[in-house]
């Protein structure tokens, strides 16, 4: 029998699962609606049914599941407190699949989970000191240090998005004011353009659509065309990205920082500024030695192979 | 024969050297001054010899030879480019005492090697995630995840004394802005009270004397006696260093922050507010999780049993 092990990716909305190989192939792909299962007894029926399903042809050997969630506790196995899912409290994820199936399973929060998957099937192959930002609605972070991913003291740690850039800065929805994804993140560069169309007098088309009309794709379409609305607010969340980023290099001095997510797509556009800044404010000591890359894992697989990498990373060759 | 470490801390000036046993006694202690050897290979015949000398009487083994000094590189053992020594370029350190004297020889920058010092020795005992801060007259820091110390992919990291704080803040001797050394540390301290000189009315026996005179035992004296403008630097110096702990609590998640050095012998005149403006400030998932305490270590033999710790972390007990 081929050695396979489950990939789980658990959002507000749908959870992602799949069979991910040792080389990173997604041999088998499939979801479920998270919030049809308001009862966490019932999602992990339904997750350990469907995983079992994708199993049936009976050629493969489960070897571990693999998961990314919001608030995951990885010393724990639990998620906690996560406010965009139905289960409250403190949510033993792990040893509640356990009971259903005996085999190994890791939680941490997704991010983790993404740098994982860089680090077993990625761009990191063969770094031991490297940090993973994704960057959508909000920034999430994964940090590997010495082969390791850095979980901390309580189990939660590598929450750049929430380190403070600009104190008394943007509000953001933790409750705080100033948070590094206010500014690096897709939202945030929505909302650098609403700040630049107030204090810039050019012309843009971004004046033409509804403020919550607005995306980060439509933004990086008008820079591409040039707009300068558009163009300088580019620039802007690159300084600001960099500004985190050279500050995390102060931190654990990495080989790389991979950005990942729906604003990472923006591409060179995005990289080349920031890859500018970094160099100009990072500490002289660390100048030239950190490469900025965009994730060298596939954004369709990203989640499922990532939550797979979990597992994988724990089997030796 | 009793088992011995040599535990050597070179600074600009002086050269600290001796010997510590397993449980942190230093039981020979010795120093010469560094600025004696313009020449790296006469300060390294100096030092080997200045330590067989202290291990004269035979009674003891030596096991190896912990260093701290300024810009050291964990990983090559050498000391690169340190703008306070004489040694310029990139000073084989390590390899040059090897040749002289057949024993494991460990390099690092002295923050890391007191955070060793209070892993092994001090109030991190049992600790796997904490972090040092060192404030004297620059702030320098070592960082514990997972047991080990952070070195990096270059072996400098944990130089969180330079990240920065205030994006176009004061000038900093590293040649760029806003580093969180120049708000938290002693020299840190002293450039509040002149700002605070500039923007508050009120008296204080500081307007009394020359800046350059103003020191942050005066400081700390005077805010004992409740002058109004040193109590307020007081605060402005434990928000502006809470800052830097709760950007960094995000990062790696530590149980406990300990603070050494200069401003921290101001003890909980300073601990107080930090720990307010921590929790106050720190992103919620962290709350109540991190201890902010004095440093474990006495601050009398500190360097030369952080840089022992250094070779007796690698012995098994």
Redesign the interface.
Known sequence: MKEIVAGVDIGGTNTVYGLVDRTGNVVAESSLRTTDYPEIGDFVTALVSAVSKLMSSGEYKLLGIGIGAP?ANYHKGTIE?APNLAWKGIVPLAGLIKKKIDVPVIVTNDANAAAMGEMIFGGAKN???FIVLTLGTGLGSG?V??G?M???????????G???I??GGRACG???KGCFETYASASGLVRTVLMLLSEMREKSILRDLPPSGLTAKKIAEAAMNNDPVALKAMDYTAEKLA?GI???I??????AVFLFGGLAQAGEMLLEPVRKYVEM?V????RG??KILPSGIPESNAAVMGAAALIWNEIPA
Do not use: W
Not at 150 to 160: I, S
Not at 250 to 255: A, H, I, R
Not at 283 to 286: A, H, L, S
């Open positions: 608030n407190l770094m031991k000191d940090i240090i010495n390791q850095v979980y901390g003291h309580t189990g939660f740690a590598g929450e750049l929430h380190t403070t600009v104190q933790c409750g705080r500004f050279y500050n995390a102060g931190f654990s001095s990495p080989e404010n500490q002289p000591i660390f030695t950190v």
